[in-house]
């Protein structure tokens, strides 16, 4: 008894993402019992993955989430248990509250998701540092790519893609210099050509991860400034060659980096930012996503507040 006890005194190892706080509880044998808390507006997701033969459950021990099943929108809420042996679709769960949950996996995932976690947060906070932003950026840039995201009805997949690319979008500035970045006039022809290789210095760092999901959202950061009309950057791409979830990031990153202060020039007004976007619609911007984000424009300005 004893040594049962002494073991529960351990200190037990939290990871903290983007409204999400996870707590190994224990472990044996491959199994491995993980307490989940995710804050309201926050998403967690269970993907199907090559290899995975796990048996998967959650059990809500307290709040709400919402989760989309073939096609049908259901709620879950306390006492409710979600089970896969393994999963063959992917299911993305919205918290309507804050909620917490028991996540139980035949197989070992907290070291991997805790990997995955700490290298997402380095890539994120090093370049908004070196950008001259916040790291708030990052986060409003993936809360509201991913609210775009569900009003465009992805599927489970794109959502998680969406998730990682829309947090790491700007990963490739890391490689560029800070002289060029933080520069107060204008770039040379010589520095706009180094700019603008951050695309695809951002793909490349991300196809060398070992995470399935960030080397998929590797596509979306190189085309991330890519134009409606095929005059964007690195590849010229226009219309139906570009992914959906670039033109999502696209839109949503122009606006909050239009709205926020820079070292090179003071912050737009919301409603400039809002004509710039329209202005833009059907050039720069894909007119549908335009549309959703002015929508959504509300939930921006809370994120944007701290709210």
């Known amino acids: 008894m004893n040594e049962y006890l002494t073991s529960l005194d351990r200190p037990i190892e939290a990871v903290r993402y983007a409204g999400l706080t996870v707590k190994l509880l224990s472990t044996g ?4 019992v993980i307490h989940h808390t995710l804050q309201e ?12 033969t796990a048996s998967e459950s959650i059990f809500i021990t307290s709040g709400s ?24 679709q992917g299911l993305v769960f919205l918290a309507l509250e804050e909620t917490e949950f028991i996540y139980i996996s035949s197989q070992p995932v907290f070291q991997f998701f805790s990997e995955i976690v700490r290298k997402n947060q380095e890539l994120a906070i090093e370049v908004a540092l070196k950008d001259g932003y916040t790291a708030e950026h990052c986060k409003r840039i993936m809360q509201m790519s991913m609210l775009i995201g569900e009003r ?7 959502m998680c893609t969406l998730n990682y690319a829309s947090y790491l979008h700007d990963v490739g500035k890391i490689m560029i210099p800070k002289s060029i970045l933080l520069k107060e006039g204008p770039l040379s022809e010589e520095e706009w050509e180094e700019m603008k290789r951050h695309c695809t210095y951002g793909k490349e760092l991300l196809e060398a991860t070992d995470s399935p999901y960030m080397r998929a959202s590797g596509t979306i950061v190189e085309q991330h400034h890519e134009r409606f009309d095929g005059k964007g950057y690195p590849n ?3 219309r139906d060659e570009i992914s959906p979830l670039a033109y999502i990031v696209s839109v949503v990153d122009a606006f909050d980096a239009m709205t926020t202060d ?6 737009m007004s919301v409603e400039n930012a809002i004509e710039e976007l329209n202005e833009n619609a059907g050039t720069m911007f894909h007119p549908e996503v335009v549309k959703i984000f002015i929508d959504l424009i509300p939930e921006w300005s809370k994120m944007k507040q701290g709210v």
């Open 65 to 88: 989430l919402k989760v989309t099943v073939d096609e049908e929108t259901k709620v879950l809420s306390t006492g409710d248990v979600v089970s896969a042996s393994p999963i063959k």
């Open 152 to 158: 465009m009805e992805l599927s489970p997949g794109d």
């Open 41 to 52: 507006g926050s998403r967690w997701s269970m993907q199907p993955q090559e290899g995975w």
């Open 29 to 32: 044998d491959g199994t491995e």
């Open 262 to 267: 820079r070292p090179y020039r003071k912050a």
């Open 236 to 238: 010229g791409l226009q």
